[in-house]
């Protein structure tokens, strides 16, 4: 099990800058409909775009902190 720490710790670190990056692009997103640059977007479509980023931004951060969570987990059993 140790040997799958390493990937453990890169794939949560992956997976919370992927977390970060759909936030970001979801909330420049939602200014772009919400200011009127993007024509024929209604603001109930920039809600929906908002709401989208947010619940996978906490979808993927949860995931990634399951990881760490697990990572711990194997350090605490290796220590006994």
Do not use: C, Q
């Amino acid at each position: 099990m140790h040997e799958h720490l390493g990937f453990l710790k890169t794939s949560s670190l992956i997976v919370k800058v992927a977390a970060w990056v759909f936030l970001f692009v979801g909330i420049i997103g939602s200014i772009y409909i919400f200011s009127g640059r993007l024509p024929g977007k209604t603001v109930l479509e920039g809600v929906v775009n908002l709401s989208v980023a947010v619940f996978f931004f906490f979808f993927f951060y949860i995931i990634a902190k399951i990881a760490d969570l697990l990572v711990k987990i194997i350090h605490k059993i290796m220590e006994e």
